[in-house]
């Protein structure tokens, strides 16, 4: 018979390669039913009250430890928070089969998709536009439905230790004192994108139009993509690891960002349809760092933690290579710009920067249902974004549309990506990102999985959280 510990672990094991398996033909828009199906079966064998004594058995008896016994909840809270948005019918990723009216027909967004590629970038907007009303139809049923699955995942949550990955207390406290800190920097820069792309409008659609301009299309073209910013990767030292744990497909989801789903020492970016300039270039860069970083997982990991439930860390790291498009000498390296081009991309690439974090800590305080109504929060999200709230775009901000443990995840990694600069030009030089040594930390990291959090990365770096703010403050210099 195995061990406890591994008794424990194997139904995980299932689940986890059942949902990648699943995530995989939803982005290949494949037959999905049987995956269903046996995503179902992984779910459900993770519910029963046996599988719940037997991992009680193991940490009491030792062959769990703290950690691990986290993480695994972690993992459950997961499965509790998808099984409560599945029986609301809300599950997020089901796109191909939505309807948008977009421009007054019903369209499928498959399809949508499909003629996005075709066509290029003319209506993405549009398609931002549509998706964002056709999810806040039903916003508050959403918010209901996302604030049942978080009393359930508290409830998982509170059986036992905090895993390596999970939130601080103070993680809140953070964000609204980064969205104080850097208001005004975030105005500056957003009055110095607009009045250099000449885009008067405030709302963030608009500001991300602006943040792409157009006239530099040809610079950031999709066709060219992954073997320019493949590039940065090899000078690295990363290549062949690149090459050989990672690979990249197009995806049938309407959506700006790629994703990425990991398994067996691969993992896979899926490219999302809509194709926004600049902003897909920092999303493609961004998704090639997070995938290496979770293929990098040592596979003598244990299940938990090398397929994370969170994975901030590798999300941080994805992060750090989407903002790293900002530096000057990278630029200069990776597109045939001009002087005037070479200015407009770093401002408009750290526009997408500092506004990508400050919309992530935002999230967290006008999602979070105990902060209903605390007036107080919401009025400095709102300065700071320069918008209401509670009418991010959905695309955009995803309000609704994913757990708190979510928002919260992603703020960490924007926090961390941003307090991660300072340090490693310190350990390392100002060039970090072309650096070898640069990538030993960036293996050594990835090594641990779920084992470490975007909060461990900074330190690792020697790195302080509060730097976040300064860093957002100095690229706006």
Not at 338 to 343: D, N, S
Not at 368 to 391: F, K, S, V, Y
Not at 449 to 469: F, I, K, P
């Amino acid at each position: 018979m195995l061990p406890l510990a591994d008794r424990v672990r194997a139904p995980f094991e299932s689940h986890l390669v059942a949902s990648a398996e699943l995530d995989s033909a939803r982005c290949r828009g494949a037959e999905i039913v049987p995956l269903e199906i046996a995503a179902r079966r992984a779910r459900a064998a993770l519910g029963t009250g046996e599988a719940r004594e037997l991992m009680e058995e193991a940490a009491g008896s030792g062959q769990l430890d703290a950690d691990a016994h986290g993480a695994l909840l972690a993992h459950l809270t997961d499965v509790a928070e998808a099984e409560v948005l599945s029986r609301h019918e809300l599950v997020l990723d089901r796109l191909a089969d939505d309807v948008l009216v977009v421009g007054g027909s019903e369209r499928r967004t498959g399809d949508l998709a499909l003629e996005l590629r075709q066509r290029g970038r003319r209506d993405e907007l549009a398609m931002l536009r549509a998706l964002d009303e056709h999810f806040g139809r039903d916003r508050e049923a959403r918010r209901d439905a996302l604030a049942e699955a978080r009393e359930r995942g508290a409830r998982i949550l509170a059986r036992g230790p905090r895993g390596p990955d999970e939130a601080q207390d103070e993680t809140r406290e953070r964000c609204a004192r980064f969205l104080a800190d850097t208001s005004d920097a975030a105005a500056e820069l957003s009055l110095r994108v607009r009045h250099a792309i000449g885009a008067a409008d405030r709302g963030l659609l608009d500001l991300l139009r602006a943040l792409s301009p157009e006239p530099l299309e040809p610079l950031v073209a999709p066709r060219t993509r992954a073997r320019r910013l493949g590039s940065v990767f090899e000078a690295l030292g990363l290549g062949r690891e690149l090459g050989r744990c990672v690979s990249v497909e197009r995806s049938r989801r309407l959506a700006l960002a790629p994703r990425v789903v990991s398994g067996r020492g691969r993992s896979t970016l899926f490219v999302g349809a809509i194709e926004v300039g600049l902003a897909s270039e920092r999303a493609f860069m961004g998704g090639l760092g997070q995938a290496l970083a979770l293929a990098l997982v040592s596979p003598m990991t244990a299940i938990e933690h090398r397929h994370p439930a969170l994975g901030t860390a590798s999300a941080a790291l994805g992060a750090l290579f989407a903002d790293t498009l900002g530096e000057r000498a990278l630029i200069a390296t990776l597109f045939a710009a001009g002087a005037r081009e070479e200015r407009t991309l770093r401002t408009a690439s750290h526009g997408q920067s500092l506004l990508g974090a400050q919309l992530a800590c935002a999230r967290v305080l006008i999602t979070d249902p105990g902060l209903e109504g605390d007036a107080e929060a919401r009025e400095r999200a709102a300065e700071a974004l320069a918008e209401d709230p509670g009418e991010i775009p959905i695309e955009l901000a995803l309000p609704c549309r994913q757990s708190h443990r979510r928002d919260l995840a992603e703020a960490r990694a924007r926090l961390a990506a941003l307090a991660l600069v300072p340090a490693l030009r310190e350990r390392y030089d100002a060039d970090f990102y072309r650096n070898p040594r640069f990538a030993d930390f960036v293996r050594g990291a990835a090594a641990r999985g779920g084992a470490l959090s975007a909060e461990g990365l900074v330190a690792d770096a020697g790195g302080r959280l509060h730097d976040a703010s300064q860093r957002a403050t100095e690229i706006v210099c």
